[in-house]
Structure formats: structure tokens, C-alpha cells
């Protein structure tokens, strides 16, 4: 009876773990749309500035103390804003600065449903703060929050040190 019960648990715990959708952030084609070029979920703000014209961004210093936000406005076929939050030097914690929350405005919520169905294929839950909602691995010390609600999606990683993070 008890080898049977562990036989069962084993199992399940194989068949879900190779249905699991881990998430390798170094590939931001994994769980970002194509129209989003040179960005990454850990970046550091210099790589961020470095790579883009910060001087057409719109910065937010209203949270300075906690993060940088920079917001893009776009004009592209899918998405028409992103802005992306970039950790602050906490208690000698991130003192690169990382990018840790990405927040994507969609065109359309038609054009937000189909994209999470391409990209994120574990399993869901549904909360007051979202429509759907993915906890994901990664390939990283941190996991995905990923929210979904109408043509807005958040993607987080729970980075120590971040308002998302742990400690």
C-alpha cells in the first residue's frame, strides 16, 4: 500500500514537472513580444541606457526611493506603451539596478488573450488582481509573476531586494 502511494506521488511529480513551463530569461523572445527589442527582464539600467534614447522616454521619478520607471510610448502593430521598472540599491542589494517589472500596454485585449496563449502554456489561476495569472519558473535565483487583466500585462520577477521580491 505504501510503495503504491509513493509509485502515485513519484509520478505525479514527474508528470508535472514536464509540464511545467520554465522560463529562460536570457531569451526575452520566451516572454516578451517581438516588438520589444533590447530589453531583459535583470538588465542593468546603464545596459537599459546605453542601449536605447532615454531622452524620448518619459521617466517617473514619483517612486524614486523604490524604482526607476522609464515608459515608452509605440506606435507599433500589437503594443502601444511599455514601461519597465528598474530596481533602486537597497541595503547593498542590486546595486546594478536591474530591470525587474515590465508592464505592456496592448492595442487590443484580442491582441493581449492570444499572446499569453502563445507564450505562457502552464497552468493559470484567476484572482481579484488578474484575469489570469502565472507563477513561473526561470532559469534565474527568481520566479515570474506574469498578470494578464484586459489589454494589460505585467510581467515581475520576485528579484530579492525588488517590491516583488521575497525578503
Known amino acids: 500500500m505504501v510503495r503504491g502511494v509513493i509509485t ?18 536570457d531569451d526575452p523572445s520566451t516572454y516578451l513580444p517581438s516588438e520589444i527589442k533590447k530589453i ?64 505592456i500596454t496592448f492595442n487590443d485585449s484580442s491582441t493581449a488573450d492570444k499572446f499569453v496563449a502563445e507564450k505562457f502554456t502552464g497552468f493559470y489561476r484567476t484572482n481579484d488582481f488578474a484575469e489570469k495569472e502565472w507563477f513561473l519558473a526561470t532559469n ?11 489589454p494589460y500585462l505585467m510581467i515581475a520577477a520576485s528579484m530579492s531586494g525588488t517590491e516583488w521580491g521575497y525578503d
Open 40 to 103: 531583459k527582464i535583470g538588465m542593468p539600467l546603464t545596459d537599459f541606457i546605453s542601449n536605447t534614447d532615454t531622452t524620448t522616454l518619459k521617466k517617473d521619478l514619483s517612486f524614486e526611493y523604490l524604482y526607476t520607471k522609464y515608459d515608452e510610448t509605440i506606435s507599433g502593430k500589437t503594443i502601444s506603451l511599455i514601461a519597465c521598472k528598474f530596481d533602486t540599491p537597497e541595503n547593498g542589494k542590486n546595486a546594478e539596478m536591474p530591470l525587474y517589472e515590465i508592464l
Open 8 to 25: 502515485l506521488m513519484l509520478v505525479f511529480c514527474v508528470v508535472v514537472q514536464g509540464i511545467t513551463q520554465v522560463i529562460n530569461i
Open 140 to 150: 534565474k535565483d527568481y520566479r515570474l509573476l506574469i498578470r494578464k487583466n484586459g
